[in-house]
């Protein structure tokens, strides 16, 4: 129970940052997907199995915060952990180019995730007329997508390096206090 309740601490405040710091940071509307980075890190370490709790209330959490409607980050975060799952089974075997590979991972989960979004947009626009979706061609011909997947990449081996720190502290934690009632 108590590793939920810090996971869904690191979820809130992974979208916190993403949805309201970053933008105001970072120039031209780029700002790195940290809860695309997390789904990545917690389908890699745990498998989609392990990770699909996760994975759906990271996508809930964003969708709440972002007043899109409910579901699209889910069906989006799905498609690039179950992605992240099949290939990192296959391709994690060659251990030399492990770091290559996740940067590929975050390289393709944003792709994923932008024309992801932009069709499901595109969908709902068809079926409710709302009009929220951009142009395709804006988010294909910019060369601002180089820029986002930089910054997801260097933000996901931020996100590595952070949730590692945190859960050896609490196992240090744990351990420390199961050793004191032993």
Known sequence: MFEKIINFFIIFFAVLLQMSVFPNIFFLGISPNLA???VIFWVVYEGFEGAFFKIILTGFI???VSFHPIGINIIIFSIIAFLTSIFSKRLFAF???RTIILMLFVMIGTGINEIGTFFLFKAI?????????ENIFFILNRNVFFSEVCLNILFFFLIVFLIVKIEKFFNLYKNKKNSNYA
């Open 125 to 133: 626009e068809y079926f409710k007329g709302i009009k929220e979706a």
């Open 36 to 38: 695309m980075d997390l």
């Open 62 to 64: 964003l969708d709440l």
């Open 95 to 97: 251990g030399i180019w």
